[in-house]
C-alpha cells in the first residue's frame, strides 16, 4: 500500500538541518563497523567513538543480579518520583558530600538519563527562545542541537589553540541581556584539558559581576561525564563552589562504563535562584520530555555502587602510549590531562583532507570541525591498548605521507 | 553564598504553565504517599497511578542475570547505534510478524525510553511550528505538553459519552491543511474501549480522503502501550494495516511490568511516505532529545523476552470486581474492554467535590478533567485484589453520600 506522491512533506524544518548534517562521530562509528566487516575488526582502528574500552566493575554486575533477586519487582522495576528514588539521591549526595565537601541532600539530585538528558533537562527548564548560550570552542557540537531544541541562540567564544584554557576576555565581552547559560565541560571533550580552580573562580566571579551588572540570572552548566578521568594527580575541582547559578550534568557513562545504559543525575543546588522552583520545574521537563524516569533498575545499582571506580590506569596507560606515540613521529597536540580524548593539529591544516588520508591506513578520526574548531582531530584512546599499539605503525606512515 | 535578588527570573516562560498546573496524576501519585504514611498503605486506596501491580514475568529477572553473567559488559553496556541493537530491533519485528502477520524488520524499528520518549521521538521528527494534532477526548493529557514541546497545535474532537468510541465525522470536519498527525490509543487511556477494525479503517480512510484532496501527509501516531491489556476475548487490531502514515509507539511498561525501566519502541513501516528519512530523523531525534538510545540492558532482555505475557487474568479479576461492585452501588461507567482503568461518571457532574468527597474514604482518584472529559474520575485498577475488596466498603459510603 505505498502511496507516493511529490506533495507529501514528512520531515520538520528544524530537523532538516540535522538530517543533512548527521554527527561525524556516529557516521564515523558507522563506518568503523563497515570496514571491521570489510577488512578483519583487527585491521581497522577506529579511535572516533566515545565508548568506554573498560568494562564497567564487578559490582557492577554483582549489583544487578543481588538486586533484582532481593528486591520486590514491583518496586525495581516501577515508577518511582519522576526526580527518581529519594534514597538512591540521598546516596549520590552523600557520596558527592563525602568527596567533595559539599552539603547536598535529595532534593538537590535529580535522577536522569544521562547528561545528554541532563542538559536537555534543564535547557528546557530555563530556556526562552532566542535566549543566549555561551559554549567555549573547541566544544562538543551537540550542545548546538540541544540549545535548539529550545530555540536558544549558541554563542562561541573562540579557541585558544595554544592551551584549550578558555578566553576569559573575550567571554566577559560576550555576556549581555539575553544570556542565560553557559556550558563548561572539564575534564574537556574533546582536548582532555582540565580548568583550575583558579580559572573556575574566573569565570564565577565574571558571572557573577554580570548578574549584578546587567540584572539577570545566568546558569552555569557544568557537563561532567569525565569527572573522575584525571591523570597524574590533576584536580578537578567541584564546580557549584565557585558560582551560585551552577547545575552539574553528570553521568556514569565513562565512570562506570555504561553510556548505553543511560544513567546520571543533575546537581541543582541549594543556592541557586529559585531552586525550589528549577527543581521542579526540571522534574516536569523530565516527565514531558519523554523520558518520565532514569531507568529504575539502573538507579538502584548505583546506590550500591555510588562510589566504584573505573580503571583510570587503564585509560592513562593509552595516553601515555599514543601521546608519545604521535608527538615523536612529529605529530602536534597539547598533552590531554584527562577525559580519553587526545585532540591533535592536522599536518597542513586541511582536517579533511588529512582524515581521507588516515582512513586509506583504516585510521578512524573525527575532524575538528565537528568540536567548532577545524585543523584539528579527535583521537578517542578509550580503546584496547593493543589497538593503539597495532596502530601506530599506520599512523607512522600517515606521518611520512603528510607531515612535510 | 545565597544570592537571591528580586530580578532573577530562571524558568522558561514554556514551562510556568506547567510548573503551575502540574499533573494531577502525579500529584495524585504524591498525595498517596503522604496519606499512607498518615493512616498505614493498607487503609489508603490508590487508584492514581498506572503503575502495574503485576510484578514483571520470572523470565526477566531471569534473563537480566543471565545476560549479565554471560554477556561481554563492555558490549552490554555500551553505546551501539541509535536506533538500538540490530539484532533486538529483528527480535522484535518478527514478534510482531508471528503475532500480528506485518512484514516488519529491524529497519522499522527504533527502540526508544518507552512510549513517552517515543511520541516526543516521532513528534520532533515531523511537527513544525502551528501544525495541528488531532486527539481524541479523553486522552491523556501529557499529550498537550509532548505536542506543545514542538509547538504544535492541540486539536481536541470532543468526546463520544455514551460509547467513548471516535467522533468520526467531527474528526473529518477537522482536517485541515494544517493537520500533521492524529493520536489513538487503543485500548485506551481512560476509558478502557477498544478501537474496532471498522473503526479503525473508517480512521483510515478519512485520513486517506484527505490526504490526497488537501495534498499533506498525515502521520496517524498510535499510542500502545496497553496493547495486550484486552478482555473477554476482545480483539486488538494492528493499526498500520488501515493506513500507509501509521506509527506505533509501544512500550513494555504494562505488558512486561516495566514502567520504571523505560523500554519501548517506534514502527516506521515501509509504507510511509518517506520512511527511510522519517527513520533517520527519528533515530537523530532520540539523539539529540538526549536519550541517546533506549537502555542497553533493557534492549536485550526484551531480545529474550518478546513473546512473554503479563498476567493478564489478574487484571481481569480486578475489573470484574470492581466494575460490578461500582454499578452495584449506582455509579456508571463504560464496562472497560481493555488497558486497567475505569472512567466513571461523577454523581451529580461535579468531579472536584466528588473526589474531595473520595478523599474523606481513602480513595484517591485522577479528574477527568486530565483527560479533558470533566465529569468523570478515572480508576486505575492495576492494584491487588484484595485492595479492591478493602476499598468497596468506602465506595459503598462514598455512593451514599454523592448520589441522590
Not at 564487578?58 to 525495581?76: R, S
Not at 538512591?88 to 538537590?108: C, I, P, Y
Not at 567555549?136 to 584549550?164: C, H, Q, R
Request: glycine fraction near 6%; hydrophobic fraction near 40%; aromatic fraction near 10%.
Amino acid at each position: 500500500m505505498t502511496i507516493s506522491t511529490s506533495y507529501e512533506k514528512m520531515i520538520s524544518e528544524r530537523m532538516m538541518p540535522l538530517l543533512n548534517n548527521n554527527s561525524a562521530i556516529r557516521t564515523m562509528f558507522e563506518e568503523g563497523k563497515r570496514l571491521a566487516e570489510k577488512y578483519g575488526k583487527e585491521n581497522v582502528y577506529d579511535f572516533s567513538l566515545g565508548n568506554p574500552s573498560v568494562p564497567a566493575p564487578e559490582a557492577v554486575n554483582e549489583a544487578i543480579c543481588d538486586i533484582v533477586k532481593t528486591e520486590d519487582p514491583v518496586f525495581l522495576h516501577g515508577y518511582m518520583s519522576n526526580a527518581g528514588y529519594e534514597d538512591v539521591r540521598k546516596a549520590v549526595a552523600d557520596s558527592l558530600n563525602r568527596r567533595f565537601d559539599t552539603a547536598f541532600n535529595e532534593n538537590n539530585i535529580l535522577m536522569t538519563v544521562g547528561a545528554a538528558s541532563g542538559m536537555n533537562v534543564i535547557l528546557k527548564t530555563i530556556l526562552d527562545p532566542g535566549d543566549e548560550v555561551i559554549v567555549f570552542a573547541p566544544y562538543f557540537l551537540e550542545y548546538n542541537a540541544y540549545i535548539n531544541n529550545y530555540d536558544g541562540k549558541v554563542v562561541i567564544i573562540s579557541p585558544d589553540t595554544e592551551s584549550f584554557q578558555p578566553k576569559l576576555s573575550e567571554f566577559e565581552e560576550k555576556i549581555n541581556k539575553r544570556t542565560k547559560a553557559v556550558i563548561i565541560n572539564t575534564p574537556n571533550n574533546p582536548t582532555g584539558v582540565i580548568y583550575s580552580a583558579d580559572t573556575l573562580k574566573k569565570i564565577g566571579d565574571i558571572l557573577l559581576k554580570k548578574e549584578r551588572e546587567l540584572g539577570i540570572s545566568v546558569v552555569l552548566i557544568s557537563d561532567e561525564p569525565y569527572r573522575e578521568l584525571a591523570y597524574d594527580g590533576a584536580e578537578v575541582p567541584y564546580v557549584t563552589k565557585f558560582y551560585h547559578n551552577t547545575t552539574v550534568c553528570y553521568s556514569y557513562s565513562k565512570s562506570l562504563s555504561l553510556p548505553g545504559e543511560r544513567i546520571g543525575y543533575l546537581v541543582i543546588p541549594d543556592e541557586m535562584d529559585e531552586h525550589e522552583k528549577v527543581f521542579a520545574a526540571a522534574t516536569i521537563a523530565n516527565r514531558v520530555l519523554g523520558c518520565v524516569n532514569a531507568p529504575s533498575l539502573m538507579q538502584r545499582v548505583i546506590m550500591r555502587c555510588v562510589d566504584e571506580k573505573t580503571d583510570v590506569e587503564a585509560y592513562d596507560r593509552n595516553r601515555k602510549l599514543l601521546y608519545n606515540g604521535l608527538t615523536e613521529l612529529g605529530f602536534e597536540c597539547v598533552k590531554p590531562e584527562g577525559a580519553f580524548y587526545i585532540f591533535m593539529k592536522t599536518p597542513g591544516g586541511d582536517e579533511k583532507a588529512f582524515i581521507e588520508e588516515a582512513k586509506k591506513e583504516n585510521i578512524l578520526l573525527v575532524p575538528g570541525s565537528s568540536f567548532a574548531c577545524p585543523g584539528y582531530v579527535r583521537i578517542a584512546y578509550c580503546v584496547s591498548y593493543e589497538m593503539i599499539e597495532r596502530a601506530l605503525p599506520a599512523f607512522k606512515r600517515l606521518a611520512e605521507r603528510t607531515i612535510k
